[in-house]
């Protein structure tokens, strides 16, 4: 799977929007952008995904650059419940088993402030 | 709504012994995953499966390592003879598309937390 940037670290106040970024400049036309996140002491959790264009759904939004090689999650309203880590990945539909897997990598620690 | 459950929460283990950690994952789900997360570190995927059999195996998943799905709702991960390198957080996970799918969530459990004396 292609790789993604993301920065170590993030910091938000409550109530506020919140933009993650996530560069991934290698990414190939079949290569899917998931967004995963794990709240503490817990298991990663689904929160979006996209191909080309914009996505919205009830937990965030997602911004794809027109060129594909950078994305942003953005939370609208950040609550203290948002705080975890945010995972960027890339999954190609196309590449067989190893599709299946995520390839988690370090993520950005989102700190949310009441 | 539908989760995966695990049990143990937490498995306290001596060196060398066998453990077995379990998953319940969603019912009409069909493929399964085990993923592991040393403390601090990132989470590592250990292995999928499907139709009965591995679809992929990671290089930590070696002949110490192996996992069934005895039943109709239960997935198992077995360590024959643990290492203190073992210790991390064990998630399970399954998703029910297949690869010509947008996109093939992944709903994780809780996690077992496996400690290796």
Known sequence: ?114 | EPEVTQTPSHQVTQMGQEVILRCVPISNHLYFYWYRQILGQKVEFLVSFYNNEISEKSEIFDDQFSVERPDGSNFTLKIRSTKLEDSAMYFCASSSGTGLESYNEQFFGPGTRLTVL
Request: net charge neutral.
């Open chain 1, 1 to 114: 799977d292609a790789k993604t940037t993301q920065p170590n670290s993030m910091e938000s106040n409550e109530e506020e929007p919140v933009h993650l970024p996530c560069n991934h400049s290698t990414i190939s036309g079949t290569d899917y952008i998931h967004w995963y996140r794990q709240l503490p002491s817990q298991g990663p959790e689904y929160v979006i995904h996209g191909l080309t264009s914009n996505v919205n759904n009830r937990m965030a939004s997602l911004a794809i650059a027109e060129d594909r090689k950078s994305s942003t999650l953005i939370l609208h309203r950040a609550t203290l419940r948002d705080a975890a880590v945010y995972y960027c990945i890339l999954r190609d539909v196309n590449s067989g088993g190893s599709n299946y897997k995520l390839t988690f990598g370090k993520g950005t620690l989102l700190t949310v402030n009441p």
